[in-house]
């Protein structure tokens, strides 16, 4: 099992890295791929040292896996030609998430739609894996009518730069700014760029996404995304009207069932998510269940999950280990 990482050097590459070697990854060759600065770079992976190379040596050889988490731009210049050779993609990018001809893919709740004839698979964005991870169960049962959600993002979804930035503003130094404004005691409601209909990408990346993965294009989605200055996870704070009324115990059942879903929820000992503890976990966490005595049939949850891990590199390595099960290589 020939395996590329293409970004190596990056924030979700290192994680993939790291996850690749906790999950005991099936690896006979590891090749590892980032830009032109990084080439010659030595990483150490399972004690063994390797080094950077650049796409074209990657794709002479014929790797069977490419995990890519290297900008759209790049995703869409380098994932046919990595698909032309032969090599399943498997797209942390925006890139691909939205071509008609593509899988978006998380594995709990989709992966059955994936064939052998798929080359390049899309991997959701970090805040909308969570969300769909802990709404799946429960728009099977009460089917989803309409979603309202915040959230409130880590600035480790931005990258290495923000992280440094926060850093910078904590120790009084001035230095390079990733966002517009200062980010420590801050909250900055602007994740990604702007569009003409006054939403950010990253807002209409919870509302098409969470359509395609739940393919149901009639569940209407509004979404804020804010950034805040926490280095662990993702939270969202998400309001669900459904088709039909609920019973809580039973919403509760079905989260505390769901695989890949814990539920933190006892308020009588002040227990609920916080990326404090998700940070360096693979779940989702689910808590703050309440009904929603506004309007009817309509619930409020809290959401937590580590964006680097289930929302990047986890979901990116468990498609390719379902991939590698169903023997769709």
Same mark, same amino acid.
């Given at each position: ?7 190596a ?24 791929? $980032? ?34 988490? $290297? ?39 989709? $992966? ?9 698979i ?14 799946? /169960? ?7 009518k ?21 850093? &910078? ?16 005691r ?9 569009e ?28 804020t995304?804010?950034?805040? /200055? ?18 809580? &115990?039973?919403?509760?059942k079905?989260? &505390?069932?769901? /695989? ?12 609920? /998510? ?5 940070e ?19 619930? &409020? ?29």
């Amino acid at each position: 099992m020939k395996v590329a990482v293409i970004g190596a050097t990056g924030m979700v590459g290192e994680v993939m890295l790291k996850i690749l070697e906790e999950r005991n990854f099936p690896i006979t060759e590891l090749i590892l791929v $980032a830009s032109e600065k990084s080439i010659g770079k030595s990483i150490t992976f399972k004690g063994e040292v390797f080094k950077v190379i650049g796409m074209l040596d990657a794709i002479a050889k014929q790797p069977d896996i490419a995990l890519f988490s $290297a900008g759209g731009d790049t995703s869409l210049v380098w994932a046919p030609k990595f698909a032309e050779v032969g090599t399943t993609v498997i797209d942390n990018s925006s890139a691909w998430r939205m071509d008609l001809t593509k899988k978006l893919i998380v594995p709990e709740i989709n $992966a059955s739609q994936l064939t052998n004839q798929d080359k390049i698979i899309a991997n959701p964005n970090c805040s909308t894996i969570q969300m769909v991870m802990v709404l799946a /169960p429960l728009h099977k049962k009460y089917k989803i009518k309409r979603i309202v959600v915040s959230t409130y993002q880590s600035i480790s979804g931005t990258g290495v730069k923000a992280v440094k930035q926060l850093e &910078n503003e904590l120790a009084g130094i001035k230095g390079e700014m990733a966002y517009p404004y200062p980010i420590h005691r801050n909250a900055i409601p602007h994740c990604d760029v702007f569009e003409e209909n006054g939403y950010t990408k990253e807002e209409m990346k919870l509302v098409l996404e969470t359509q395609k993965i739940l393919d149901d294009r009639t569940i209407a989605v509004t979404a804020t995304a804010v950034r805040i /200055p926490t280095s662990g996870g993702h939270s969202e704070a998400v309001n669900i009207e459904f088709e039909h009324d609920f019973d809580i &115990n039973d919403i509760r059942k079905i989260l &505390n069932n769901s /695989p890949g879903v814990v539920l933190q929820d006892n308020i009588d000992v002040n227990t609920y /998510p916080m990326p404090i503890y998700a940070e360096g976990k693979d779940d989702v966490f689910v808590g703050r269940i309440r009904r929603d005595g506004s309007q009817p049939n309509s619930l &409020n949850l809290w959401i937590v999950s580590d964006n680097l891990r289930k929302g990047a590199a986890t979901n990116t390595i468990q498609i390719a280990e379902y991939l590698i099960l169903q023997k769709l290589l």
